[in-house]
């Protein structure tokens, strides 16, 4: 798998809306309905795609990684990006009425971008301002919004039509989304290759070990990946060193 990453693609919005109106739910007993993935054929065509590719490109590219940049310049660049993205986390934090995440995404910012050289170094935590996540898919999630069908999307995997949309949305709560510069595209695209990468390399051994123990590794994490988001939803700490992050 890719990592569930935020990402903004037109032709992603066309595959999630001709899945939506075209696929064939079916309602037999322990059939697809019961796993509310009524789509299951065309996500293991997805989900196959997505294999395929994580095994030619991006766990390849994640274990050169590991291999040529050392742990401690790796937890260096983790803790940028999760930096980089707390502007994101701040919108949702304010939105979810969580005044309290609100003040800690703040600090984080704060302390790690000048004392911990533009993020590279996590100096909040020691100093008791624990990390957190909250994206746009959690916010609605809260508001009562339905997950909806179980959706395996191109690049991104596992999701479903809320947090498809969340992700859109989160796009446009990122500032770097508007900031003007030269090569912005470039830039763009090298922070999400980076943030695939790093996600992968924290997950080879993880999901190396799913693999092996499945026997259908499509149902497996797809009740990986449904347990780590309702948790996440329910404001609990699961176990990111043991759940992948997909």
Known sequence: MFGRLRVSSIALCVLVLGSLTGGCATTTPGGYADQNDPYESFNRKIF???????????????????RVVPQPARDGIHNALVNIGSPVTLANDVLQGKAQHALQTIGRVVVN?????????DVASPMGIPAHDADFGET?????????????LPLTGPSNPRDAIGNLVDIAFDPLT?????????????RRVTALVDTRSRNIETLDAVRKSSVDLYATLRSLYRQHREAEIRGGTPDLQNLPNI
């Open 48 to 66: 196959a795609l997505n294999e395929s590719m994580d095994k030619a490109i991006a766990l390849p590219a994640a274990k050169a990684y590991v």
């Open 113 to 121: 971008s000048t004392i911990g050289l533009g993020g590279l170094i």
């Open 140 to 152: 609605l999630a809260l508001y009562g919004v339905g997950d909806g069908p179980y959706l395996v």
């Open 178 to 190: 508007y900031i003007g510069m030269r090569e912005k595209g470039w830039w763009m695209a090298s």
